[in-house]
């Protein structure tokens, strides 16, 4: 009990003593709200090494690392990463200007050499007939304008035949009449005059002869002898071959650019050495829902028939100089599958992500449409550092979230940085 009494003591004495401390470290320490170089509002702590956990209050993080508060508007530096002189140098940054420049136009696409179904002729039956015999037994066989084609017995051309050659001899005004009607008959019934001498004097048994209304090649063949054919049966089909199409597909980026009219150059990969010139004829108005691509359509001349359906070829596009647009480097972007950004440089030594909008890409520059402005200074060597030191701080989270909000994150420095 006696030895109770000063341990009493002693304890009350130290419990004195602390209270008397803590309440002049409470006078002399500085505000805790005034640690943070800003007066925005916290939304919330995270670590910078795993930025997408958040914690309501300041503390170690679940690593162990001591965790920094994001604000709700930063203001000048809360979204940038400071980086010295001496580690820039290190880091071998480079910086290019945001400047305008005029993008070359011309556009290279894959095509593929096809008929031109213009020069397409159908040869078909004018009347119900017996196809006797044919002079082309294959199809992609070449025939010159007036070659026979086919042998046909049809009754009903044979009768045509017999009346009008019944009114030949005769002489009175009323004979001369039906034979003008028996002419105009066989012209409608798609015979013309050779056909009708080719046809005997009276013996119809070898039919009359169908010739080829043009020179090609005989794309299909859709009959064979023996067979019985209809009227307007199609016999087979004769494609010319004085032009050809090229169809070239071009992205949906290209094709704005393009238009009826537009010059051409064309490569064939089976012809070295050969250059064919031409014009864009149109723009088809589909676009493919697979490739996303848009064709174009040329006609090519082809006098010596070097040019065949089925080839490969590649198709230079040369339209008109574009005006100058605001470009950056290619190096200088940086791309994910949700957004392309920049690292724009800043006065001292401070660098910052922007979110940009890009356009067409050519000789090295890729078109900016909004994001940036001329002058800008974007980073175009080094970037990846002063990216990923910017995800780890949390700079890059306002990009990532909606842009009718934004939230700035803390400024963060990189290794060698002294304030």
Same mark, same amino acid.
């Not at 397409?120 to 015999?133: L, M, W």
């Not at 046909?152 to 001899?169: F, V």
């Not at 723009?283 to 065949?308: E, F, H, K």
């Given at each position: 009990?006696?030895?109770?009494? =000063?341990?009493?003591?002693? +304890?009350? #004495?130290?419990? %004195? &003593? !602390?209270?008397?401390?803590? $309440?002049?470290?409470?006078? /002399? *320490?500085?505000?805790?709200?005034?640690?943070?170089?800003?007066?925005?509002?916290?939304?919330?702590?995270?670590?910078?090494?795993?930025?997408?956990?958040?914690?309501?209050?300041?503390?170690?993080?679940?690593?162990?690392?001591?965790?920094?508060?994001?604000?709700?508007?930063?203001?000048?530096?809360?979204?940038?990463?400071?980086?010295?002189?001496?580690?820039?140098?290190?880091?071998?940054?480079?910086?290019? =200007?945001?400047?305008?420049? +005029?993008? #070359?136009?011309? %556009? &290279? !696409?894959?095509?593929?050499? $096809?008929?031109?179904?213009? /020069? *397409?002729?159908?040869?078909?039956?004018?009347?119900?007939?017996?196809?006797?015999?044919?002079?082309?037994?294959?199809?992609?066989?070449?025939?010159?304008?007036?070659?026979?084609?086919?042998?046909?017995?049809?009754?009903?051309?044979?009768?045509?035949?017999?009346?009008?050659?019944?009114?030949?001899?005769?002489?009175?005004?009323?004979?001369?009449?039906?034979?003008?009607?028996?002419?105009?008959?066989?012209?409608?019934?798609?015979l013309s005059s050779a056909d009708v001498a080719s046809a005997g004097a009276g013996d119809h048994a070898s039919g009359i002869t169908t010739h080829a209304p043009r020179a090609g090649?005989?794309?299909?063949?859709?009959?064979?002898?023996?067979?019985?054919?209809?009227?307007?049966?199609?016999?087979?089909?004769?494609?010319?071959?004085?032009?050809?199409?090229?169809?070239?597909?071009?992205?949906?980026?290209?094709?704005?650019?393009?238009?009826?009219?537009?010059?051409?150059?064309?490569?064939?990969?089976?012809?070295?050495?050969?250059?064919?010139?031409?014009?864009?004829?149109?723009?088809?108005?589909?676009?493919?829902?697979?490739?996303?691509?848009?064709?174009?359509?040329?006609?090519?001349?082809?006098?010596?028939?070097?040019?065949?359906?089925?080839?490969?070829?590649?198709?230079?596009?040369?339209?008109?100089?574009?005006?100058?647009?605001?470009?950056?480097?290619?190096?200088?972007?940086?791309?994910?599958?949700?957004?392309?950004?920049?690292?724009?440089?800043?006065?001292?030594?401070?660098?910052?992500?922007v979110v940009v909008r890009t356009g067409r890409s050519a000789e090295g520059y890729t078109e900016i449409l909004s994001g940036l402005e001329e002058g800008d200074k974007v980073v175009?060597?080094?970037?990846?550092?002063?990216?990923?030191?910017?995800?780890?701080?949390?700079?890059?989270?306002?990009?990532?979230?909606?842009?009718?909000?934004?939230?700035?994150?803390?400024?963060?420095?990189?290794?060698?940085?002294?304030?």
């Amino acid at each position: 009990m006696k030895h109770a009494l =000063p341990l009493v003591a002693i +304890a009350g #004495a130290l419990l %004195v &003593t !602390a209270t008397v401390a803590y $309440r002049v470290g409470r006078q /002399q *320490a500085p505000p805790a709200a005034a640690t943070p170089a800003t007066s925005a509002a916290v939304l919330y702590w995270y670590d910078p090494m795993v930025p997408d956990q958040h914690f309501p209050k300041a503390g170690l993080s679940p690593m162990g690392m001591q965790m920094v508060p994001k604000f709700a508007t930063g203001g000048g530096e809360h979204d940038t990463v400071r980086v010295d002189a001496t580690t820039t140098q290190n880091l071998g940054v480079r910086i290019a =200007p945001v400047a305008r420049h +005029a993008l #070359a136009t011309g %556009v &290279t !696409a894959p095509a593929s050499i $096809r008929w031109d179904p213009r /020069q *397409a002729v159908i040869v078909s039956a004018r009347v119900d007939a017996i196809v006797n015999r044919l002079y082309v037994r294959a199809p992609y066989t070449t025939v010159a304008s007036g070659a026979p084609l086919a042998d046909l017995i049809a009754p009903q051309w044979t009768s045509a035949i017999a009346e009008y050659r019944a009114l030949q001899h005769m002489q009175s005004a009323d004979a001369r009449a039906l034979r003008d009607a028996g002419r105009e008959r066989l012209r409608m019934l798609g015979l013309s005059s050779a056909d009708v001498a080719s046809a005997g004097a009276g013996d119809h048994a070898s039919g009359i002869t169908t010739h080829a209304p043009r020179a090609g090649i005989v794309t299909s063949l859709d009959v064979r002898e023996g067979q019985r054919v209809t009227a307007g049966q199609t016999l087979m089909t004769i494609n010319g071959q004085d032009t050809v199409w090229v169809e070239a597909a071009l992205p949906q980026a290209s094709a704005s650019i393009v238009s009826s009219g537009t010059p051409v150059t064309v490569r064939v990969d089976a012809l070295a050495g050969r250059v064919f010139h031409g014009i864009v004829e149109t723009m088809l108005p589909d676009i493919d829902a697979t490739t996303r691509t848009q064709v174009a359509r040329i006609v090519l001349a082809n006098p010596d028939g070097v040019l065949r359906p089925g080839m490969f070829a590649t198709v230079r596009f040369e339209p008109a100089a574009g005006s100058r647009v605001l470009v950056v480097p290619d190096e200088a972007l940086l791309t994910t599958g949700s957004r392309a950004h920049v690292i724009v440089s800043t006065d001292g030594g401070r660098f910052r992500p922007v979110v940009v909008r890009t356009g067409r890409s050519a000789e090295g520059y890729t078109e900016i449409l909004s994001g940036l402005e001329e002058g800008d200074k974007v980073v175009v060597s080094g970037q990846f550092l002063i990216d990923s030191e910017a995800s780890l701080s949390g700079a890059l989270d306002r990009l990532d979230q909606d842009t009718a909000a934004p939230a700035d994150a803390g400024t963060a420095a990189m290794p060698g940085d002294h304030p």
